[in-house]
């Protein structure tokens, strides 16, 4: 091969690799990264049994939060969730003030309760289970999630920035909170099942 031939290889090459670094490096990183929730596509929900007839569904209408989550090990991790409790919301006007008093959430008191996570694990292809700590009602106690990843991209209009889908579910029995109202009878059932689907944005 001639000098000529070489050196206009060589170029063509480097203009090449220089081409596909440039797209690498354009393109989101899929490894550990930095979501924040999106406060708008964020759902915090719970179930409670009403006199074992049927279960109340309820949720909390505004919460933030934050984690880390790597796409390659599977791991979501530093998850900080913080719920204003006076948002507690079970389409009943009533039922709502009662929540919200000392029987229950004492929101006066207490207007925010938190989740902090300690640790994780990968169960499964998409599935993992985050171990952290609930703070409600002045108490702080060991918590469970198990968590799905759903689905990570750049999103299809608005921000278009890089985004993850998440659901995750846990529980905790409200007694162990002193929130202790109509639990002794069953009346008003002591687990409390929380279903959580929230999609974040990466920074």
């Given at each position: 091969m001639s000098t000529i031939s070489r050196f206009f290889t060589l170029t063509a090459w480097?203009?090449?690799?220089?081409?596909i670094l440039s797209i690498r490096l354009s393109q989101p990183q899929a490894a550990s990264a930095e979501y924040i929730i999106d406060?708008?596509?964020?759902?915090?929900?719970?179930?409670?049994?009403?006199?074992?007839?049927?279960k109340i569904?309820?949720?909390f209408r505004k919460a933030e939060?934050?984690?880390?989550?790597?796409?390659?090990?599977?791991?979501?991790s530093e998850l900080n969730v913080l719920i204003h409790t006076e948002s507690v919301f079970t389409n009943h006007k009533k039922r709502d003030d009662h929540l919200r008093s000392v029987d229950f959430l004492n929101v006066r008191e207490f207007p925010e309760m938190t989740?902090?996570?300690?640790?994780?694990?990968?169960?499964?292809e998409r599935t993992g289970k985050v171990n952290g700590l609930l703070t409600l009602t002045g108490k702080t106690l060991p918590m469970n999630l198990d968590?799905?990843?759903?689905?990570?991209?750049?999103y299809p209009?608005?921000?278009?920035?890089?985004?993850?889908?998440?659901?995750?579910?846990?529980?905790?029995r409200r007694s162990s909170y002193d929130m202790n109202y109509a639990a002794a009878n069953g009346w008003v059932?002591?687990?409390?099942?929380l279903i959580i689907e929230l999609e974040a944005v990466q920074q």
């Open positions: 480097t203009i090449t690799a220089a081409f406060s708008d596509h964020f759902s915090i929900g719970f179930l409670v049994e009403h006199i074992g007839y049927a569904l309820g949720m939060g934050q984690f880390i989550f790597d796409e390659d090990s599977l791991l979501l989740f902090s996570s300690t640790s994780s694990k990968r169960t499964g968590v799905t990843w759903n689905k990570s991209g750049i209009f608005g921000h278009k920035k890089y985004t993850i889908g998440v659901s995750a579910r846990g529980s905790f059932g002591d687990e409390i099942q």
